[in-house]
């Protein structure tokens, strides 16, 4: 049985580590449904993949919006049977700031909402609709791939909202597979350290010379395309469950 022969949800699939992953899911047949705010590069993308590639826009923290989505995917004519989570925001903010101010609350909820709740909203209602699918081998229904960061596990200087909650994605990793082992659903996070996506883009040359020296070995940055690698090899290996993997270089952060 191909394993890609199903739909897929991928969140913040219009762009960086999710645009990579939805063009990886596409390329090997899986019916791919973007969730994305960017109406403009989600309809883009869409239309170049083509096929059974569609475009939702979504807010992630938003129930409605989530539940929409989903119900899109379960739409098509095959199985949903593959969620991959690739929505985030940062913020750089100190606990208490150089002037004495404390770290401002709705910057740091807002961090929490889309990178944490939003993770876990997807993660809801794609493993409900998954159990209501037949199981295929071994009794599985599907699998969900979430995205966390080494700043989870070291986060830096200023990256107190950030680390939080991304530390909450890998701590629901595995209560979320034994509560879907029921059901049959896999649940797996990755971990990336420095990856290439848009946001690091914006950085000038020699810092990102700077940030690639750092990492061990292989001496570069990561690129959206390891990501996109390593969430498709988690899809064809049945095995991979409640695991949080780091895909980093063997990085470890110092405190700035």
């Known amino acids: 049985m191909n394993s890609f022969d199903v739909a897929a949800v991928v969140s913040g699939g219009a762009s960086g580590l999710g645009e990579a992953t939805a063009r990886a899911l596409a390329a090997r047949g899986a019916a791919v449904t973007v969730l994305d705010l960017n109406e403009e590069r989600g309809r883009a993308l869409a239309a170049e993949l083509g096929g059974h590639t569609t475009f939702v826009r979504t807010d992630v923290t938003d129930e409605a919006s989530v539940q929409a989505a989903v119900a899109e995917a379960t739409g098509k004519d095959r199985p949903l049977r593959i969620a991959i989570s690739c929505a985030g925001i940062g913020v750089a903010q100190r606990t208490v700031g150089r002037n004495g101010e404390p770290h401002d609350l709705g910057a740091f909820s807002k961090v929490l909402a889309v990178n944490l709740v939003g993770t876990f909203n997807v993660l809801r209602f794609a493993s409900a609709a998954m159990a209501q699918t037949e199981p295929g081998e071994d009794g599985e229904r599907g699998v969900v791939v979430n995205t966390a960061s080494i700043a989870a596990y070291d986060g830096q200087i200023g990256q107190l909202a950030y680390s939080a909650s991304k530390g909450g994605v890998v701590g629901m990793t595995l209560p979320a597979a034994r509560d879907l082992s029921s059901v049959g659903v896999r649940v797996c996070t990755i971990a990336p350290g420095l990856v290439d996506t848009p946001l690091l883009g914006s950085l ?24 996109a690698q390593l969430a498709v090899a988690i899809v064809e290996n049945g095995y991979l469950n409640g695991e949080v993997i780091r895909m980093d270089g063997a990085l470890r952060m110092a405190p700035r």
């Open 204 to 227: 000038p040359e020699e810092a990102r010379a700077a940030l690639s020296a750092g990492i061990p070995f292989p001496k570069r940055l990561g690129r959206p395309s390891d990501f």
